[in-house]
């Protein structure tokens, strides 16, 4: 089955630290860019971070850049975004998102379930 | 390039035609994207380079647009469309989404 799972959320004080995954599976994991993609419930979508298929390029919203470090594992078909200097208002449900195209095409054509990061 | 989405709400009607419209704060040269998201579920690509349906999307859904307007139609909504949509533009870096339309049964 064609899936993105993610991992690692939960409830953290401010300023501390937080990794989150995704497994991917059912299809070629490094034909894709992917992405992480935030949602504060019942709110809108922002685009969090970034990263090609080859890791050769990433991108960070300026809200988290200098704080979040994405990362990705061809060979596991993991991605991750490590989070640090966790802030109130990083709260939200993050999603795994995969690209349709190698490098960034922006079009984020299949989604997880999301894992939710309340920092308070 | 900020996105303005209306109606921010929207009731309506199994077999009613539906339009919802992402305005954007300058001219997009690039293109927009189409999601929906029903409650509890992550977002799904509906439509991509404006007009492209994504594979499995019914023929209902519809994009065009350019400039700073482009509308979503929904030719004949069924009852599996009511959801919220946002649309998404890709000139900016990060491209940025709409704030969302719900749509709701009337």
């Known amino acids: 089955e064609v899936q993105l799972v993610e991992s690692g959320g939960g409830l953290v004080q401010p300023g501390t630290s937080l990794r989150l995954s995704c497994a991917a599976s059912g299809f070629t994991f490094d034909d894709h860019a992917m992405h992480w993609v935030r949602q504060v419930p019942g709110k809108g979508l922002e685009w969090v971070s970034g990263i090609s298929w080859n890791s050769g390029i990433t991108g960070y919203a300026d809200s988290v850049k200098g704080r979040f470090t994405i990362s990705r594992d061809n060979a596991k078909n993991f991605m991750y975004v490590q989070m640090d200097s966790l802030r109130p208002e990083d709260t939200a449900l993050y999603y795994c998102?995969?690209?349709?195209?190698?490098?960034?095409?922006?079009?984020?054509?299949?989604w997880g379930r999301g894992t939710l990061v309340t920092v308070s | 390039i900020q996105l303005t989405q209306s109606p921010s709400f929207l009731s309506a009607s199994v077999g009613d035609r539906v339009t919802i419209t992402c305005r954007a704060s300058?001219?997009?040269?690039?293109?927009v994207a189409w999601y929906q998201q029903k409650p509890g579920e992550a977002p799904k690509l509906l439509i991509f380079s404006t007009s492209t349906l994504q594979r499995g999307v019914p023929s209902r859904f519809s994009g065009s647009g350019s400039g700073t307007e482009f509308p979503l139609t929904i030719s004949s909504l069924q009852p599996e469309d009511f959801a919220t949509y946002y649309c998404?533009?890709?000139?900016?870096?990060?491209?940025?989404f709409g704030g969302g339309t719900k749509v709701e049964i009337k």
């Open positions: 998404q533009e890709l000139d900016s870096y990060p491209p940025t």
């Open positions: 300058q001219g997009i040269s690039s293109y």
């Open positions: 998102a995969r690209d349709k195209g190698s490098v960034f095409n922006w079009y984020f054509d299949l």
